[in-house]
Structure formats: C-alpha cells, structure tokens
C-alpha cells in the first residue's frame, strides 16, 4: 500500500466481476515480462549450494550475491 501497488490477479472467462477490458489487456503483458525477469534471475543461480555449517551457507550466498552483482541481466 504505501508504495501505492495493486496486485490483480487475472480473472476466469465465467466469473461475475470482472475486470475493464483494459485491465485485462494489460495484464498479460505485465505478466510476461515479470515472468521472463524471473526466470533469467533463475538461470544464474545455482541448482544447490554445498555447505555444512550454516556461517559457510552464509558466506556462500554472500559472495554469490557480490559476484551475480558484477554481471549484468542482458
């Protein structure tokens, strides 16, 4: 609410209320883009992080968070 962000979930074809049909335009497209953000973020991360201790998980994130940091999305 105070960064003043409405979140609309998109709506099934037999509901009652439905939104403007230009909401409904809109919505598609937002949530592609958001989509596909997430999923190139997903492909820079590794599928586990090996650590015994939870100060090395730490330590691990940490410097992957530094060197993710250096690179750039595109």
Do not use: C
Not at 26 to 33: D, E, I, L, N, V
Not at 36 to 51: C, W
């Amino acid at each position: 609410n105070e960064a003043q962000v409405q979140f609309l979930p998109q709506r099934k074809k037999n509901m009652h209320d439905q939104f403007p049909g230009w909401v409904q335009y809109f919505q598609p497209h937002y949530r592609k883009r958001i989509e596909t953000s997430g999923s190139d973020i997903e492909k820079l991360l590794p599928r586990s992080i090996h650590a015994v201790t939870a100060k090395g998980f730490e330590l691990k994130l940490a410097l992957f968070v530094l060197a993710l940091s250096f690179t750039t999305l595109g």
